[in-house]
């Protein structure tokens, strides 16, 4: 999987694998004529592709390299969606996990807790 800057956005080609985590960024979209994948260039969207492992290619790379510079760390919110089943604090890595899967698998809905 890998990415390009085009248009102000970015576009994710060879994708399949990662369609799921892809669908929960916010302003996607999908190009069937193209068949990729158009996710804003944003903090969000290129943390997101960070952690799945997608390559930036072309104008991409110093773009990306310039947004982790200008906000110092890149990261995912850390507060919890739902109260983490746990006693201890949790570490923000793992905060931003239990967020992640939460939402992935549809635990989390907008009317609370299933």
Known sequence: MHALYENGM???????????????IQGRYWDPVRKVWIVPFNAESVSTLRIIGCEF????????????????????????????PIKVKPYQHQVQAYNFIGNLLGFFTAGGST
């Open 10 to 24: 970015i576009t994710i080609y060879n994708s399949y694998l990662y369609r799921e985590v892809i669908k929960e």
């Open 57 to 84: 290619k072309g104008a991409l790379i110093d773009m990306v390299s310039s947004l982790i510079e200008n906000n110092d760390k890149l990261e995912l919110p850390v507060e919890a969606i739902e109260p983490m």
